[in-house]
C-alpha cells in the first residue's frame, strides 16, 4: 500500500506539472525556436540532476547493458519524443496537443502487454476507457483553433514514442536507480540533439531573450525535464506500468485547472464531468485487489 501510495503520488505530481507546461512552452516557443528551446531543457536539467549525482557521490554506470538501456531511454524518449512534442506544439496548438498525447497511456498498456507480460484485465480496460471517456470530455473536440495536420502527426508519434519510453524505464529501474537512469538518459538527450539544435541555428532562425523569457526557459529546464522526468521514472518503477499509465490523464485536467486559475479561461460543466471520470478511472485501476486479496 505504502508503495501504492507513493507511487501514484509521484506520477500525478509528474503529470500535473506537464499539464501546465503546455502554457509555458507555447509562450516561450513565440520566441525560442522548438529544438533550440528542447536543447536548453536538457542543459539545465543534466547540470541539475548530475550536481545531486556528485554531492550524493554516486558514480556513473560501468556495464555496457546498463548503457544500452540508457542510450535507448534518451533517445526513443528525450530526443524523439519531446522533439515531437514540440514541433508538433509549434506547428499546432497547446489545446490539440494535450488531447493528442493524452493517447500515450492507452500505447503504455500496449507496449507493457508485449514488452513486461502484465495481464490485460477487464479493470484495467475499463479504468483506461473511463478515463480517456473524462479527457475527451474535459479537452472536447469542437475548439476552434487552428491546427495543422502535420503538427497532430507528430504529437501521435510523441505519444507513442512517450509510452515506449515509460516501459523501457520499467525494465531497466530493475538493474539501475531511477535517478542514475534519468541523468545520464538526459546526457544523451543532450548530445543527440545537438546537432538539431546547431542546424536549426545554422537557419538563422531570430532568437528573442527577455527575463519572462529566461524565466519560462529555467522553469522548462528544472522543474518539468528534471523534475517531472524524475517523479514520472520514479512512478513508473514502483507500480504496474499499465496501471501508472492512468496518471498521465491528469496532464490535460490540470492544464485546463490552470488556464482558469492563472489565464483566466472559462471552465464549463464538462470539466468536471470529464475531471470525474478520469478520478473515477484511476482509483479503479489502483486499487485494483490481488488474487491473493480475493
Known amino acids: 500500500m505504502r508503495q501504492t501510495f507513493f507511487g501514484s503520488l509521484y506520477l500525478s505530481l509528474a503529470a500535473s506539472i506537464w499539464g501546465g507546461m503546455y502554457v509555458v512552452s507555447k509562450y516561450v516557443l513565440d520566441y525560442v525556436p522548438p529544438l ?57 496548438d497547446a489545446h490539440t496537443a ?90 544523451v538527450a543532450f548530445i543527440g540533439t545537438t546537432p538539431w539544435m546547431v ?6 532562425t531570430a532568437i528573442t531573450y527577455s527575463f519572462p523569457v529566461l524565466l519560462g526557459i529555467i522553469y522548462l529546464g528544472v522543474v518539468s525535464t528534471a523534475g517531472a522526468f524524475f517523479l514520472w521514472n520514479k512512478g513508473m518503477e514502483m507500480m504496474d506500468a499499465s496501471v501508472g499509465s492512468l496518471f498521465f490523464f491528469f496532464q490535460p485536467l490540470v492544464g485546463s485547472l490552470f488556464g482558469w486559475l492563472f489565464l483566466h479561461e472559462q471552465l464549463h460543466v464538462s470539466f468536471w464531468i470529464g475531471g470525474a471520470f478520469i ?16
Open 279 to 294: 478520478i473515477v478511472g484511476v482509483i479503479v485501476a489502483v486499487f485494483e485487489r490481488k488474487p491473493s486479496d480475493v
Open 98 to 187: 494535450s488531447l493528442i498525447t493524452s493517447a500515450t497511456p492507452a500505447f503504455i498498456v500496449i507496449f507493457a502487454r508485449w514488452m513486461l507480460n502484465e495481464a490485460m484485465t477487464l479493470r484495467k480496460l475499463s479504468a483506461l476507457l473511463l478515463a480517456t471517456a473524462g479527457v475527451v470530455v474535459v479537452v472536447g473536440f469542437g475548439r476552434e483553433e487552428t491546427t495543422s495536420f502535420f503538427g497532430n502527426v507528430l504529437l501521435v508519434g510523441a505519444a507513442v514514442t512517450w509510452a515506449l519510453l515509460s516501459v523501457l524505464v520499467k525494465i531497466a529501474s530493475a538493474r539501475l536507480s531511477v535517478l542514475v537512469i534519468t541523468t545520464y538518459a538526459i546526457f
Open 199 to 204: 542546424w536549426e541555428w545554422w537557419q538563422a
Open 36 to 92: 533550440t528551446l528542447v536543447w536548453l531543457r536538457y542543459a539545465i536539467a543534466f547540470f541539475v540532476l548530475w550536481a545531486i549525482l556528485r554531492v550524493q557521490r554516486i558514480p556513473a554506470p560501468k556495464e555496457k547493458e546498463d548503457w544500452k538501456h540508457i542510450i535507448s531511454i534518451g533517445i526513443v524518449g528525450y530526443v524523439v519524443s519531446i522533439s515531437l512534442q514540440f514541433l508538433g506544439t509549434k506547428w499546432s
